[in-house]
T-cell receptor, first 112, second 114 residues
Framework: GQQLNQSPQSMFIQEGEDVSMNCTSS?????WLWYKQDPGEGPVLLIA?????ELTSNGRLTAQFGITRKDSFLNISASIPSDVGIYFC????????????FGTGTSLTVIP | DTEVTQTPKHLVMGMTNKKSLKCEQH?????MYWYKQKAKKPPELMFV???????INESVPSRFSPECPNSSLLNLHLHALQPEDSALYLC?????????????FGPGTRLTVL
C-alpha cells in the first residue's frame, strides 16, 4: 500500500527544545492523524485534522493540515522526557473509505 | 471513552498451533481493523471490516483468518504460522464507513512464533 514520507527519521534533542516533524504524500488526503507510540504499546491518537489549512493544538502539541492537502506538520513545544517515542502520521485519501496510510515514523529521543 | 481492548497481551505459539486474538470496542464504531507491526516500522494493514463485512483484505496469507461476530468484536484466527509472523498485532476501530474519520488503536498483542 501507499506509504507516506515522514521526516526526520529520528531526532535527538535537549529537554526544553521545540520539535518539528512533517509528513508528505504524492496524493491528496481527506484526513490527517498524528499518533505517538511507546515500545510494545499501541499507537495513541494525538491530533486529528480534517480541513486544509486547519491548525489544531493539544497541550504542547500543534499540528497543521497543509494547504495543498498533501502534507501535514506536527510541532512539540518545550519537550520533556516523556515525549520520547515514535511519532507516526496517518492519512486517509479521498474516496477510499476506511483505509489509512501510515508514515515511516519519527523516533524522538529527549536528553534530560 | 475511546478504548479498544485486546487479548491476550502476549502469545507464544508453535508453528502447528491454532490460536485466536480478540479485540473489542464499545464505542459504537462500525469499522474495525487488523494491523501487523514489526519493531520500529509503521503498522501494516491486514484486514478491514465495515459494518461487520470484510471490505479490505491486503493479500494476507490464509493462515490468518479474520472474523467479525458482531459490531463490537473482532477476532483473528491463527493457524500454522511461521516464525516471520512474529510481530505486534494491533486492532483498531473507527466511527464511520467513509468520509472524514478517526482511528483508535488497542494496546496490541505481542505474538511470538517458535
Amino acid at each position: 500500500g501507499q506509504q507516506l514520507n515522514q521526516s526526520p527519521q529520528s531526532m535527538f534533542i535537549q529537554e526544553g527544545e521545540d520539535v518539528s516533524m512533517n509528513c508528505t504524500s504524492s496524493s491528496i488526503f481527506n484526513t490527517w492523524l498524528w499518533y505517538k507510540q511507546d515500545p510494545g504499546e499501541g499507537p495513541v491518537l494525538l491530533i486529528a485534522l480534517y480541513k486544509a489549512g486547519e491548525l489544531t493544538s493539544n497541550g504542547r502539541l500543534t499540528a497543521q493540515f497543509g494547504i495543498t492537502r498533501k502534507d501535514s506538520f506536527l510541532n512539540i513545544s518545550a519537550s520533556i522526557p516523556s515525549d520520547v517515542g515514535i511519532y507516526f502520521c496517518a492519512g486517509e485519501p479521498t474516496n477510499t473509505g476506511n483505509q489509512f496510510y501510515f508514515g515511516t515514523g519519527t523516533s524522538l529521543t529527549v536528553i534530560p | 471513552d475511546t478504548e479498544v481492548t485486546q487479548t491476550p497481551k502476549h502469545l507464544v505459539m508453535g508453528m502447528t498451533n491454532k490460536k485466536s486474538l480478540k479485540c473489542e470496542q464499545h464505542m459504537g464504531h462500525r469499522a474495525m481493523y487488523w494491523y501487523k507491526q514489526k519493531a520500529k516500522k509503521p503498522p501494516e494493514l491486514m484486514f478491514v471490516y465495515s459494518y461487520e463485512k470484510l471490505s479490505i483484505n491486503e493479500s494476507v496469507p490464509s493462515r490468518f483468518s479474520p472474523e467479525c461476530p458482531n459490531s463490537s468484536l473482532l477476532n483473528l484466527h491463527l493457524h500454522a504460522l511461521q516464525p516471520e509472523d512474529s510481530a505486534l498485532y494491533l486492532c483498531a476501530s473507527s466511527p464511520t464507513s467513509g468520509g472524514p474519520d478517526t482511528q483508535y488503536f488497542g494496546p496490541g498483542t505481542r505474538l511470538t512464533v517458535l
